[in-house]
């Protein structure tokens, strides 16, 4: 009678049936519990290769856990989710859930002052405006808006 409880569904294993154990609440934790979601705003150097070598994440080793997600963000170039398999000291193991190659989704940048970019930032800050890797300001709903900010009159001088 016991196993009768344990039993969920039977499944056919060379032609014979087989009990299939149901999975208590003890086996469950919330998805936004377990595993974090991080991302990173992947630098122009860097390919999708690159975030597959383990000593890539070294520095930041100490901040993942396995069963977490990266999701990589090259601008105009690619999208990557990879899960982080396992970390320790020396190494990290990244799965590639999925990785996407973009299409540019605007004009080229030549109308911005020399040194300037407009990225996506992420769901809170939206759109930014960098010189370099610097972000000079952000929170912008959309790239029109940042280019405009960024070209009015005087306002590059300002940011010097």
């Given at each position: 009678?016991?196993?009768?409880?344990?039993?969920?569904?039977?499944?056919?294993?060379?032609?014979?049936?087989?009990?299939?154990?149901?999975?208590?609440?003890?086996?469950?934790?919330?998805?936004?519990?377990?595993?974090?979601?991080?991302?990173?705003?992947?630098?122009?150097?860097?390919?999708?290769?690159?975030?597959?070598?383990?000593?890539?994440?070294?520095?930041?080793?100490?901040n993942?856990?396995?069963?977490?997600?990266?999701?990589?963000?090259?601008?105009?170039?690619?999208?990557?989710?990879?899960?982080?398999?396992?970390?320790?000291?020396?190494?990290?193991?990244?799965?590639?859930?999925?990785?996407?190659?973009?299409?540019?989704?605007?004009?080229?940048?030549?109308?911005?002052?020399?040194?300037?970019?407009?990225?996506?930032?992420?769901?809170?800050?939206?759109?930014?405006?960098?010189?370099?890797?610097?972000r000079?300001?952000?929170?912008?709903?959309?790239?029109?808006?940042a280019?405009?900010?960024?070209?009015?009159?005087?306002?590059?001088?300002?940011?010097?």
């Amino acid at each position: 009678m016991a196993a009768e409880k344990d039993t969920v569904n039977k499944g056919i294993r060379d032609g014979q049936p087989k009990s299939m154990k149901q999975v208590t609440i003890q086996h469950l934790e919330k998805a936004g519990h377990f595993g974090i979601r991080w991302q990173y705003r992947v630098p122009p150097e860097i390919s999708p290769a690159d975030l597959l070598v383990s000593d890539f994440w070294r520095g930041v080793h100490k901040n993942f856990r396995a069963g977490s997600i990266v999701e990589c963000l090259a601008n105009d170039r690619f999208f990557a989710e990879l899960l982080i398999q396992d970390c320790g000291a020396a190494h990290c193991v990244m799965f590639p859930l999925r990785v996407v190659e973009l299409t540019p989704a605007h004009q080229p940048e030549a109308d911005l002052p020399e040194g300037y970019s407009i990225s996506f930032v992420g769901p809170d800050l939206l759109w930014g405006v960098f010189r370099g890797s610097e972000r000079v300001q952000s929170g912008f709903a959309n790239k029109t808006a940042a280019r405009e900010w960024l070209t009015m009159p005087g306002r590059v001088a300002s940011q010097a």
